[in-house]
């Protein structure tokens, strides 16, 4: 008979592809799980004191020493690493010699390296009878058990972010626009310092924000090699778990709030920095 | 007259314009490499100098004592769920976000970042809130006599939060950069979901898997600050083996601390080495992920 | 102040780039280096440009040893095939670079670079654009830019490395005319390297045409077309 009668059948879902209600449905389930409601559990706690207890939990003399230590020592060390990071990216990507590749894989031994086995080789390596702290004992000069221990860490996990992030731009910056320079009378310090260097601003950055939040948060590599001397040594994380033993949950949770909005602001501002590095383009 | 045709080519009078002058170069060669030997190489040296510091025989009995060999297994044992639970996440969100449009994808996706740059304590510190004594769950769980902290599942819990950005972040640009087109070819030519995962998408992304999970596993067996937080340190049943290398220094047992630890950094190394490897062997298919 | 290039020869590891390649432009002149690619006319005009060294030959230029001066020295503005712009500067501060990097006692105010710059986007026919960014450009006018940038430093001698390749048809002949005007408004000596024969033919008072490092035949556009020397330079053109 006539064939006006078909009835085609709707697709009953309106991707191409099969598995996305699963495998969303899965990721979120697994986020919700695993992330939200643990974060949730760390942003409502401290609130349990109410705004006031809040603010009175995060700004005793203790608590804001360790906050400036962590964050004012993370900062130095995100600037060095900053510094020595382009020295060591520009030799790396520009300079041929004998050995390279393996200096190149060393890099990354920060990233591989487990924190407490870090943190153990630094303080034994510091220490007034180490074998480099011996050296500078004589000078007056005191690493391990020190401020300056935070610092060394901090410059020690957060050196391969910065190589890594501006290894790639480096690379793609290329002899071309050195070349332009070069005709157009400019020195080779002024080729780098007007050209190069602005050039690479974004990768400094982000590399500078990743060590930055890596060193404010971290934990095994610095605790062996700093006095952990409250108000003057003490990092912030290793305050929450001090107040952790001593059951303040709430004082706790409270430090731990700061440190993840602070988190989540490095976050934010490390992917607006990539975004701008890549309109660059 | 042949004077003012004095050759000046053939002698290098100076320096190709994007070359840097020979003492910049040793300059900064000497800078480089002194920077990194003294910051990165000295302390791994020392590691292995210190584990041996008593000779081999110190060194074998520090890492088959009983607590040593249990923190190891307590390790290996974490890592085995982790990872694997980890990997199959990985995947999962890759597919959803790679090969679909949905709202909220940036939103999605800087969840999964975001553990890569929360503090390890904090990452420890949120399960606490939950299942602690005081947590959420404490009550509940001591009730019921359940041990989540101060045992396996809390330890698992830990490393699963920070090792899971692993696999799916380098997973996700990887996808995405492959595109839809393959799958949506076996799609037209009646593949089923997981038929045209494992034949179409697998094949294609299985350096980046083989990578992250690589680095997955390496940090999964050598999270510190996480763990330290739930696990309860007791020795020979609830430390892994980072903590039992605290331990091991706490108690000033320098040769054990540093022989656990040369286990450790031998792990670290055999890892570095195998990525090297990936990424000159492949490195096509991980440049999409290392533009991000 | 003709240029003279005498027996100039380059190697890169065992491939010969350049086999004593000679000619003499006068002073003023516009030259276009002519030749398929691996004919060595770019290698020459880097090394005209300070960008590569010559293995051997000599080149005087304005009664000094050419080659014996660092690139920085030379004042030979060089126009790039992609363009080498300064991606993060505008283009004004493209223009200016030149102007800018040099000493304090040769380096005008800024009133009067800022002036000079707009008399060059003017020149370039790209008038009000200072603010600009490259990214925001079109390919014709970043080369301008780019021609422009080269201008600044008021070269002795002026060189292009095939500057419209990236371009298409109708840009390209806009922007050959205009070259040809400036150089003709300039009086500065023009070197211009390309493969495309049409363009050569066109815009050059003197073309040389290269094979395998050496100038197979040299002379006016008119002469070359009319009396091609070998085999090569009939084919060449015939192409």
Redesign the interface.
Request: aromatic share 14%; proline share 2%; net charge positive.
């Given at each position: 008979m006539s064939a006006i009668g078909l009835k085609i059948p709707l697709p009953r879902s309106r991707h191409v592809l099969p598995g996305f209600s699963l495998s969303l449905g899965f990721t979120l389930f697994y986020l919700t799980g695993i992330v939200l409601i643990p974060l949730l559990a760390l942003v409502i706690r401290p609130f349990e004191l109410g705004w006031d207890g809040f603010w009175a939990a995060i700004s005793t003399p203790r608590v804001l020493a360790s906050l400036r230590l962590s964050f004012g020592m993370a900062l130095f060390a995100a600037v060095i690493d900053s510094v020595f990071g382009f020295i060591v990216a520009w030799v790396l990507v520009r300079y041929r010699f004998p050995g390279r590749g393996l200096l190149d894989a060393i890099i990354d031994l920060p990233f591989a390296l487990p924190t407490a086995v870090a943190g153990i080789a630094l303080s034994t390596l510091y220490a007034p009878n180490g074998w480099l702290g011996s050296l500078l004992i004589p000078y007056g000069i005191r690493i391990a058990y020190t401020p300056w221990g935070v610092l060394l860490a901090m410059v020690f996990i957060g050196l391969p972010f910065s190589v890594r992030t501006l290894e790639p731009v480096l690379r793609e910056v290329g002899h071309e626009l050195e070349e332009a320079a070069a005709t157009l009378g400019a020195t080779r310090v002024q080729t780098i310092t007007k050209v190069v260097i602005p050039m690479l601003l974004p990768a400094l950055l982000t590399g500078a924000a990743m060590a930055f939040a890596r060193g404010v948060g971290e934990y095994g590599s610095i605790i062996f090699i700093a006095g952990n001397i409250p108000a003057v040594s003490e990092i912030a994380p290793l305050l929450i778990v001090t107040k952790l033993e001593q059951y303040d949950y709430a004082g706790a949770a409270a430090i731990g709030v700061v440190m993840l909005t602070a988190s989540f602001i490095m976050l934010l501002a490390i992917n607006g920095l990539q975004s701008w590095a890549a309109k660059r383009r | 007259m042949s004077k003012t045709f004095s050759s000046g080519a053939g002698r290098r009078a100076f320096t190709s314009p994007t070359e840097d002058p020979l003492w910049l170069k040793a300059l900064l060669g000497a800078v480089t490499v002194g920077f990194i030997g003294i910051l990165l190489l000295m302390p791994l040296v020392l590691v292995f100098k210190e584990a041996f510091a008593n000779g081999v025989g110190a060194f074998w009995n520090a890492v088959v004592e009983p607590d040593t060999l249990a923190s190891v297994r307590l390790s290996l044992v974490a890592a085995a769920i982790a990872v694997p639970l980890n990997t199959l996440f990985g995947i999962a969100a890759a597919w959803c976000v790679a090969k679909f449009d949905f709202p909220g994808k940036t939103f999605l996706v800087t969840l999964i970042d975001l553990p890569f740059s929360v503090s390890p304590v904090v990452s420890g510190l949120i399960y606490v809130l939950v299942f602690g004594m005081q947590g959420w769950f404490g009550k509940y769980l001591v009730a019921n006599d359940i041990h989540i902290l101060f045992a396996l599942p809390g330890i698992v819990l830990a490393t699963i939060f920070v090792t899971f950005p692993f696999v799916a972040r380098e997973l996700i640009p990887l996808m995405q950069d492959q595109g839809r087109d393959e799958e949506e070819a076996a799609a037209t030519l009646g593949a089923s979901g997981l038929g045209t995962f494992v034949r179409v998408t697998l094949p294609n992304i299985k350096w980046g898997l083989l990578y992250s999970v690589l680095l997955c596993n390496a940090r999964a067996l050598g999270e510190f600050g996480a763990v330290s937080v739930v696990s309860g340190h007791i020795r020979g049943v609830t430390n892994t083996m980072p903590l039992h290398v605290e331990l091991l220094y706490n108690n000033y047992d320098y040769v054990g601390a540093f022989a656990v630890s040369a286990l450790l950094a031998m792990l670290a190394l055999i890892t570095l080495a195998l990525k090297s490897l990936l990424e000159w062997r492949y490195a096509d298919e991980l440049a999409a992920v290392h533009r991000h | 102040m003709s240029l003279t290039v005498?027996s100039?020869s380059k190697k890169f590891g065992r491939f010969a780039a350049l086999n004593g390649a000679s000619f003499v432009a006068p002073q003023g002149g516009f030259v276009s280096l002519l030749g398929p690619s691996g004919s060595g006319k770019t290698t020459l005009l880097r090394i005209l440009?300070?960008?590569?060294?010559?293995?051997?030959?000599?080149?005087?230029f304005a009664d000094l040893?050419?080659?014996?001066?660092?690139?920085?020295?030379?004042?030979?503005?060089?126009v790039?095939q992609?363009y080498?712009?300064?991606?993060?500067?505008t283009v004004a501060d493209n223009i200016a670079?030149?102007l800018?990097?040099?000493p304090r006692a040769r380096r005008p105010s800024r009133s009067e670079i800022r002036e000079r710059v707009k008399s060059l986007l003017d020149l370039v026919q790209l008038p009000g654009l200072e603010g600009r960014y490259p990214?925001q450009l079109s390919g014709g006018q970043r080369q301008r830019v780019a021609l422009a940038?080269?201008l600044?430093?008021e070269p002795r001698m002026l060189l292009l490395d095939e500057p419209f390749g990236a371009l298409d048809a109708k840009v390209r002949k806009e922007l050959r005319a205009d070259l040809r005007r400036i150089h003709d408004h300039a009086g500065v000596t023009t070197v211009f390297v390309t493969h495309d024969q049409e363009e050569a033919f066109a815009v050059a008072d003197l073309v040389a045409v290269m094979k395998d490092g050496r100038i197979e035949q040299y002379g006016v556009p008119a002469d070359v077309r009319r009396n091609p020397k070998t085999a090569f330079v009939s084919e060449f053109l015939a192409a």
């Open positions: - | - | 005498d100039v440009g300070g960008l590569e060294f010559a293995d051997s030959g000599m080149v005087r040893n050419w080659l014996d001066m660092p690139a920085r020295t030379r004042n030979a503005g060089f790039f992609q080498a712009l300064f991606r993060h500067m670079f030149g800018k990097v040099r990214s940038r080269a600044a430093i």
